[in-house]
């Protein structure tokens, strides 16, 4: 009859890994989580791993740390002469009132605008 373990006797070992690791685990992430509020309280900026950061602390971090933000690119124009509108991609970087005309005029008129500002 020895010979035969109960199951209960066999999971106790299990179950109480299992407890164990789980304790563990939330501990080291409460600890982490009161470090990083501690830290963000105090004005130092927060050490992160890779991906993004989340929306809450965002700004906290950039500003902390004296990252500029990305600075937008100038808005491209139509390379057609004394035209203002915006070019897009979608047209050939050409506006859409100009998106029928040929491509070697568009080169030419590009070639015409670079003469002229090297001219300056």
């Known amino acids: 009859m020895s010979a035969v373990s109960s199951p209960r006797s066999e999971l106790q070992p299990v179950i109480a890994s299992f ?7 939330v501990e080291q992430s409460t600890v ?10 105090a004005g130092v ?6 991906g993004r950061p989340p929306k809450s602390g965002a700004f ?11 600075k937008k690119a100038p808005k491209q124009l139509c390379p057609v002469p004394g035209c203002k509108n915006a ?13 029928g005309v040929a491509k070697s005029k ?12 090297a001219k300056k």
């Open 45 to 50: 900026p927060v050490r992160r791993g890779p």
């Open 32 to 41: 982490s989580r009161v470090k990083d509020a501690v830290l963000r309280a």
């Open 106 to 117: 568009i080169k030419q008129y590009r070639e015409a605008r670079r003469a002229a500002k």
């Open 19 to 25: 407890v164990n690791q789980l304790v563990t685990a």
């Open 60 to 70: 906290v971090v950039s500003a902390a740390s004296g990252i500029k933000p990305r």
């Open 87 to 99: 070019a897009a991609p979608v047209f050939g970087m050409v506006c859409l009132q100009h998106k």
